[in-house]
Nanobody
Framework: QVQLVESGGGLVQAGGSLRLSCAAS????????MGWYRQAPGKQRELVAR???????IYADSVKGRFTISRDNAKNTVYLQMYSLKPEDTAVYYC???????????WGQGTPVTVSS
């Protein structure tokens, strides 16, 4: 199992930006796909963005053109750069990773993002 530590969440005004980070640590693992999910109050958790080990990405329609996912394989870290934030982006954001060999998914503890209007 890996441990995931997220950071970068916070309070921002609409139109602002935030960058989330998620670092994976543990023994003897290799990461496959990495992603970010979010869960707003009273709603189901939803996929925000995902990136494969080869760098292919997918995004939720609601964030396309505003969010960018990237990863640093040497640091076992995935990032989510968020621009033009909207109040509807308010949620707890969770890091999610799949390990090589079909292991996982592993989840982070979540980092809250609040966008004020």
């Amino acid at each position: 199992q890996v441990q995931l530590v997220e950071s970068g969440g916070g309070l921002v005004q609409a139109g602002g930006s935030l960058r989330l980070s998620c670092a994976a640590s543990g023994n003897g693992f290799s990461l496959n796909a990495m992603g970010w999910y979010r869960q707003a109050p009273g709603k189901q958790r939803e996929l925000v963005a995902r990136i494969t080990s080869g760098g292919n990405t997918i995004y939720a329609d609601s964030v396309k053109g505003r969010f960018t996912i990237s990863r640093d394989n040497a640091k076992n870290t995935v990032y989510l750069q968020m621009y033009s934030l909207k109040p509807e982006d308010t949620a707890v954001y969770y890091c999610n990773v799949h390990r090589v060999g079909g292991l996982g998914p592993d989840w982070g503890q979540g980092t809250p993002v609040t966008v004020s209007s």
